[in-house]
């Protein structure tokens, strides 16, 4: 297999942070030096803290200038302020290092012209040396395997998810909160005004990357039009590429400007463009991380808008729930009769549905055989399954738990475990595609169960789960229209 | 008149704008089905082109400075006989001249009345960032109020021209609403595909805009039609 050109830059070998603080404190945004040394890079490869101001950093060596360190250095992130750069540039060019990544802010964004021949001019000259560039106004990479991170408290397991984004801050988001569900990532990287490297080169990146499957990217104005269009097509044909647009309003649009200089274009345009190229589309952070969730594992295989819906809860919140699923475009059928007949002999208790919704509590031993039946009934293309429904596994009749294990951290987890795995049992037996939906904390806790670590116990058995019922059926339908408008390209299912 | 003697011409003439009749000949070279319309420069042309075209014709005038034809008294249509085409084409120019005197007045187009269908548009934008892009919505009330069209990134596939008429929000009018015969969408997507063809062979083209076309249960026909030249 061919190395592509941009590999180096996702592995380099020794990276020098530029500029360093010489207060090594992983959290928030710029410690770059503490956040790879918790990332284990030291282990890896060279990582040299250059700073003329200060002489060492928890005991280790810290170099006057980007000329002391030792060679070779691949990598040099960039905290150096603005004035500094183009010296820094030449000591890039003179070192030949092969990327650099700049943190640092105030060229082009500003809408400064002056700034913005600066940061051309620098580009240019790094370009001309063969240097690469990331940036500027940006977090650059995390990279797992590599143990790049750009902020502290990162997985240091890798996935398969490529994510691009033109902010730093929302790629922190989206890691932080997707590692809470379970996804690991494979690249990440924060490309802020993308004076050189841009969303095109990315992309092309992605789209051959073995250890990405699904990739995901936050843009705020598309740059090279024609280039990001071929790009976005070459990758949307092989791979799941979701698309979440910053700038889609007035306001939006103004503020995507003074935070990356970017145009945001016509909303309308770029929509098209998705479709077009097979790309899904994302309006919001949660709609992102959902269609991410959703596009790894493998309701990627749901054929229809039927729902069957298993949530426990009470009559009312089922109600609310079929509402919900139906405003998202999917159905909530009718339980075939035959289904209803059957299903009564493991329920006789008056008060409970067994139509759809289903909403009732079979006896522990009958709760297989129930969700067997729901699964396979005709209509029934999903199941939307809660926690809540089985509690008679972990509680006795009399309300309390069969386990008086003290530790509730861990019983929590076993039953969350035991759950997840029963729906995944289910799912590999059916082949209907089981999707979990777990309602806000004080529900779920009070039946000793955590919300984060149902959808991550859940993720990690392959099952798809949804902090509310409209976000998993929204996220279905997304997926549904997503190969209706892909037909006539590969079939990524 | 081929493309190029068009191109230049109008480059003589420093206009950036084709006139209707110049842009509906080019269109009718590139395969795109046009309503046949003719320039005429007397009132003796213009009754032998509406003969030779056939009756009932419709009379406008042609002037890249004049943009809402109606408004200045400058179209006339379900024109029968020879006697109504002599009238209409000194009453166009003496309206015309009156509303706006300054304008430049090529002479007036002949055109073949076209038996009206579901009125649909077809055009090409510039986006500043992804190029050029066509477009396509129901004509008149939908696309002025409601802004229902769709896009799609030049070139153009198959794929992608029947995905831009089904986008539509309005696409079950196209399905025969209400017992009404569905139209011939397939008429649409070729009309949509030859016109991109043409655009992409010619990229000193900066917008186009056929509105209204006229599309049937059986075939679709651009009745006016719009080039807007890149300046120079």
Redesign the interface.
Known sequence: MSVHSLDPVFRPRAVAVVGVSSNPNPTGMGSFYASLLEAGFADRGGLYPVNPKVSEINGARCYPTLMDTPDPVDHVISQVPAGFVPELVDQCVAKKVRSIHFFTAGFSETGDQQMAVVERQMIEKLRDAGIRAIGPNCMGLYVPGSKLAFMGGFPMESGNVFLLSQSGANAGEVVRDLTNRGVRFSKVVSYGNGADLRAHDFLDYAAQDQESTVVAAYIE??QD??K??EALQRCARVKPVIMLKGGRTRSGSQAAHSHTGS?A??I??FD??C??TGALRAETMDELQDLIVAVSTNIRQVSGRGVALFAGGGGGFAVLSADAIDREGLTVPRMPQSAVDEMREYIPVAGSSVNNPIDAFPPSEYLDDMLRLIATAEGMDMVFMSPLIDRSRWQSPNGKDKDSSSDSQSKAEKVTNLIAGQMKHLQDDTGTPVIGVIRGGGMARMMGVDPDDFLEATYRQGIASFPSVSRAARTVNQLLEWRE?R???PDLS | MNYESVLHQARAEGRDLLNEVEAKQLLAQAGVPVVETLLATTADQAKRLAREIGYPVVVKVVSTDISHKSDVGGVKVGLANAEAVGEAYEAILANSRQALPDAVITGVAVQSMAVEGTEIIVGMVRDPQFGPVMMFGLGGIFVELLKDVSFRVLPLTERDAKQMVNDIKGRAILDGLRGQEPVDKAAICQLILTASEFIEQHPEIQELDMNPVFVYADGAVAVDARIVLTRD
């Open positions: 104005g598309v039009g024609r990001f269009f145009l274009g016509s309308e345009i098209s463009v479709r077009q408008y037909q006539g390209l």
